[in-house]
Structures are given as structure tokens and as C-alpha cells.
């Protein structure tokens, strides 16, 4: 008899995550059956969630990885199959919850997730920069960390985050890809090329639903969306579909820009949202002397989170200054965030600063509105 055994060779697999579902293949139904020769030779068949699933490479490398280093294997045999249609609904059963109940996760009454809406008055101001990285921040911390880019018209997280991996489709449940641990699901994913997306309302509104319902997140404990800019059709669904979502409002320091803001903000007044803070960008240039250049005035973090106070009657924090940082950029177009790439630079310290003041805040259940409805 070999000296692995099936107890040994489980235990390895224990350890073997799936990289969309980020649970023990163990724990998914997903081990069809190993064992051992007296030779040592595993044998090992995993069950995919679809034919042709783009992971399958990873599985296999990290299932054989696994099992080589329980004593006594000598060799790992592989074999990938694919779930029947009974598996695949027990699967999203044990995913979903008992009748693989659908609904938006993140409203559920007792769900902890944090949910962030990103937004500004203008484009270009850093929205998206600000996204990837506080959710970068986050899940190097540990956190479960999720993004919707609901910036439909002009997606740009799946760069962002270097993510060209298309989302599994199981029945209709949709994995989203996962980058530096973040889960990322963007309308970009679904067109072909670099198609720009030409709908209307009632389509955004659907489409957001679609990805709030049928995109499999899991238990996250943070969820940001990437607004587009302005006060347009996106920001008012979301304040529908997800009334406990709390504004993160990006401005540049100029006043004129923070007036632009304080529109996209005081918005939160009408539907009952909750107003987290105010995330100044671009607030000055480091010069090689230690000086600091403010190329675009300065105070319009400061006078917006003030106004946006007294708009909405309760404390609208600045949460940071983030300066211009050309690494900042390089990052973004490296598809590395610069919280990772480049976490010595200021800017990357700025928002590692704003993601702990965000994890620091109470979670969940405390920062549910009272149900109030849009005027
Ligand atoms: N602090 C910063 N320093 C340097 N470049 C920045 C900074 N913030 C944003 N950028 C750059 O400005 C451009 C617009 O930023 P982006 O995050 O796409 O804005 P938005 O989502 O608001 O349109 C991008 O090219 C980005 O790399
Ligand atoms: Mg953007």
C-alpha cells in the first residue's frame, strides 16, 4: 500500500482554492474522486462548473502542486470533467443559499457588506483611480473585497486592473474575474473590442440589476461602484437598487470642480443615502525641492465636504488629499494599482490612508437608512 492516504490526499485539496469561487474545491463539490496506487500514482478527477472553463490551467497546476507534497505521492494524474446540470444547481444552492434564492445580495437585511458608491460632477477627475486602489488597499488587507464598474458608457476598471479574463458563465450565475484578490465585474467584460455602449436608461437600470443579482460575489466586505460622472440614470438606480449604499464623493481642488461635486453629492439628500466622505485627487505635485506645487488651486476637498455637511445634516468628512503622482498614471496603465506597484510614493499612502479611515468605519447594519424613498 502507498503511504498516502485518502485522508492525507483530501487534505491537500483542502488547500487547493478555486480561483472565481474562492472556496475549497473540496468544499464545492468539485473532487469527483482520488486515490492512490501502492506506487504512489494519484489519480484525481475534478469537476469544472462549465466546459471549457478559462481557469481549468490553475486548477490542475494548484490540485498537483497540492498533492505532490503529500508524502509518499510519486505522481498526479489529472483528469478535468464537467458538472452535470444536477451538480451545477447544487452547487449554486450551496453558493446562493437555500432555493438558490436570487435578489440583490447587498440588501438583504443582515447583510455586513459594506457598499461604496463612487461618484463625482465631472470625468477625468480620478474616480476610477480612486476605486481600484482603496479596493486594493482593502483586500491586501484581508478584506473581501468586490467592484462594480457601473460606469457603462466609459468602463475602465478592467484596464485599471489588468484584467482582460472574460467572467465564467454557470447556468445563469456569473463569476466575476478576480484581480490582486478583488472581485470585478464591468460592463466592458460583455462587449467585443472596445465597443462603446450606446443605451438608455431602462437598459442601465437593467443592466445594473443583472450584475447586482446574477454576478456571484460571495460574502464580500466591501463593495465599491465606479459611478460615471454626474447625477445621470446610474446614480439614481443605484440609489434604488441599493438604498444602503454610501457616497464617496471624488473632487479635484479647484472651487469650480467642487461645485460640480457638490451636485453629484447633494443628490444622497434626495434618496436617502448616506454621504461617506469627500476624496480629494490631484491636490498638489511633489517638486524635487519638497515643495508642493498646487496645480489646481486648493480647498475645493475641504469647501465641499463642508457644504456637503450642511446639505445633508450630518458630519461629510474630507477623508484624503491624494497628490498627482506620475506613478500613479504608469500604475493604471500597467493594470497594477499604485497602491501595490508603488506603495512607498505619497499618493499611495493617501489612499491607503482613506481605505484604513473606510475600514475603520462601522460596518454594515448601523449605516442602513431608514427605507426612505427617492422624492
Ligand atoms: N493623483 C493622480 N496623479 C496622476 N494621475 C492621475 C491621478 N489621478 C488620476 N490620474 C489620471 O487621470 C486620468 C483620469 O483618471 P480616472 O481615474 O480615469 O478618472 P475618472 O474615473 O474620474 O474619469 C487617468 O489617466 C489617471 O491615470
Ligand atoms: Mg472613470
Known sequence: MSTASAEALQAALATVIDPELRRPITELGMVESVSADAAGAVQLAVLLTIAGCPLRDTITNDATEALSRVPGVTSVDVELKVMTSAQRE????????????????????????????????????????????????????????????????????????????????????????????????SIGMFVAGNQPVAWRGPMLHRALEQFLTDVYFGDLDALFLDLPPGTGDIAISVAQLLPNAEILVVTTPQAA?????????????????????????MSFLEMPDGGRMELFG???????????????????PLLGQIPLDIRLREGGDAGKPVVLAAPETVAARAMETIAEALASRPRGLSGLPLGIQPR
Open 90 to 185: 447544487a452547487l449554486k444552492e450551496q453558493l446562493r443559499g437555500p432555493g438558490g434564492q436570487r435578489g440583490i445580495p447587498f440588501t438583504k437585511p443582515g447583510s455586513l457588506t459594506k457598499v461604496y458608491a463612487v461618484a463625482s460632477g465631472k470625468g477625468g477627475v480620478g474616480k476610477s483611480s480612486v476605486t481600484v486602489n482603496l479596493a486594493c488597499a482593502l483586500a491586501a488587507q484581508g478584506l473581501r473585497v468586490g467592484i462594480v464598474d457601473a460606469d457603462v458608457h466609459g468602463f475602465s476598471v478592467p484596464a485599471l486592473m489588468g484584467i482582460t479574463q472574460k467572467p465564467t458563465q454557470v447556468d445563469d450565475m456569473i463569476l466575476p474575474p478576480v484581480a490582486y484578490g478583488v472581485k470585478v465585474i
Open 257 to 281: 470642480a467642487a461645485d460640480v461635486a457638490e451636485r453629484a453629492g447633494t443628490i444622497a439628500t434626495q434618496t436617502g443615502q448616506k454621504v461617506a466622505g469627500v476624496i480629494e485627487n
Open 298 to 316: 486648493s480647498g475645493g476637498g475641504a469647501i465641499l465636504a463642508e457644504r456637503l455637511t450642511a446639505a445633508v445634516g450630518s458630519e461629510v
